[in-house]
T-cell receptor, first 115, second 110 residues
Framework: DTEVTQTPKHLVMGMTNKKSLKCEQHMGHRAMYWYKQKAKKPPELMFVYSYEKLSINESVPSRFSPECPNSSLLNLHLHALQPEDSALYLC??????????????FGPGTRLLVL | AQSVTQPDIHITVSEGASLELRCNYSYGATPYLFWYVQSPGQGLQLLLKYFSGDTLVQGIKGFEAEFKRSQSSFNLRKPSVHWSDAAEYFCAVGANNLFFGTGTRLTVIP
């Protein structure tokens, strides 16, 4: 089973709202990732968690706040977003984080629209 | 620095025809190489990967890719395309992190 699940599938929020994206995997993976993908562009890495600790933050604005409560769950808390933050947010996981030398499995994504 | 180039933004093929999607990478060491497919509005599905060993790699859905070190290429091939193969295809290199090419959109015509 190589399934990564993400909820919600779609999210519309105002610039003053607070919302959260959720990602879950039950493959025993110890690394989890958040990517942002704008239309007709490749995914861009935002965060990497390894063994529930934040290992990489690719200079993401503080209005995005990741959280890894346990090894199976990854959240992305959103606050005071801008319309340009509208995108598909992808979660991925891998057995471990080995600086690119790992196979990442992606979820279906959450399509976010900020009004 | 690492980079991935997919020179074809959009390719159209007839159903049943063969397919080759190009990917060139730049990296100082031997990279890990991946091909992912993304249907509209969906996440990415791993088609195949190359880490080492046999340079011809078999993947899911009848796809294969060949690693050519001398050409810094990792082209994706399929002998006979099905209408359901229409999607966006991303080549990626694993080097420090996972870096994606800009993608190739495949259209399949009947």
């Amino acid at each position: 089973d190589t399934e990564v699940t993400q909820t919600p599938k779609h999210l519309v929020m105002g610039m003053t709202n607070k919302k959260s994206l959720k990602c879950e995997q039950h493959m025993g993976h110890r690394a989890m990732y958040w990517y942002k993908q704008k239309a007709k562009k490749p995914p861009e890495l935002m965060f990497v968690y390894s063994y529930e600790k934040l290992s990489i933050n690719e200079s993401v604005p503080s209005r995005f706040s990741p959280e890894c409560p346990n090894s199976s769950l990854l959240n992305l808390h959103l606050h005071a977003l801008q319309p340009e933050d509208s995108a598909l947010y992808l979660c991925a996981s891998s057995q471990a984080w080995t600086s690119g030398y790992e196979t990442q499995y992606f979820g279906p994504g959450t399509r976010l629209l900020v009004l | 620095a690492q980079s991935v180039t997919q020179p074809d933004i959009h390719i159209t093929v007839s159903e049943g025809a063969s397919l080759e999607l190009r990917c060139n990478y730049s990296y100082g060491a031997t990279p890990y190489l991946f091909w992912y497919v993304q249907s509209p509005g969906q996440g990415l599905q791993l088609l195949l990967k190359y880490f080492s060993g046999d340079t011809l790699v078999q993947g899911i859905k009848g796809f294969e890719a060949e690693f050519k070190r001398s050409q810094s290429s990792f082209n994706l091939r399929k002998p006979s395309v099905h209408w359901s193969d229409a999607a966006e295809y991303f080549c990626a290199v694993g080097a420090n992190n996972l870096f994606f090419g800009t993608g190739t959109r495949l259209t399949v015509i009947p």
